[in-house]
């Protein structure tokens, strides 16, 4: 894995912190039915860290490209995202298999910096490593956000 190729995958990665900011933007504002004020509340909390993993995602592209000489412009476009409907647990549901996907694109994400690190220069072993801790924190971020949506899920059956 070449750092170039890394930092592209990492841009797309960043369209996927934008639609996951906006799908919880949106499905606060769109829940309806029981317990609707604390499930968008819920939802507002998410948007907060998601709005977080923007910022870190474009600090982290941002001081890659510099250093490396790359193309520093990161995307602030929007992935795509689906609002199912109004329903709190649809709603639930559909950010848990966001969650779960996020995980696993970061699992590859962070086995591919490890790639870079050990296969690479001097520069390539620092900046893969530097990844590969990044993208650890990300993943036990959304993880622990995964779990806790399927334990509001389950109290929900």
Do not use: C
Not at 45 to 54: C, N, T
Not at 116 to 134: C, E, N, Q, R
């Amino acid at each position: 894995m070449q750092i170039e190729d890394l930092v592209a995958l990492l841009k797309s990665d960043l369209l996927n912190e934008y639609a996951h900011w906006h799908f919880y933007m949106q499905a606060a504002t769109t829940v309806r039915g029981l317990h609707r004020q604390e499930i968008s509340e819920f939802f507002l909390e998410q948007a907060s860290g998601e709005m977080k993993h923007v910022e870190e995602f474009r600090r982290l592209i941002h001081g890659l490209a510099t250093r490396r000489g790359l193309d520093p412009e990161v995307p602030s476009l929007v992935g795509e995202f689906k609002i199912p409907s109004a329903d709190p647990k649809e709603l639930l549901q559909a950010a848990l298999e966001m969650e779960d996907q996020v995980v696993e694109n970061y699992v590859l994400r962070h086995s591919q910096a490890e790639e870079m690190a050990s296969s690479g220069s001097a520069a390539d072993s620092v900046d893969g490593t530097y990844i590969a801790l990044f993208l650890e924190d990300q993943i036990l971020d959304s993880r622990s956000d995964a779990d806790n949506i399927l334990e509001m899920l389950r109290g929900e059956t």
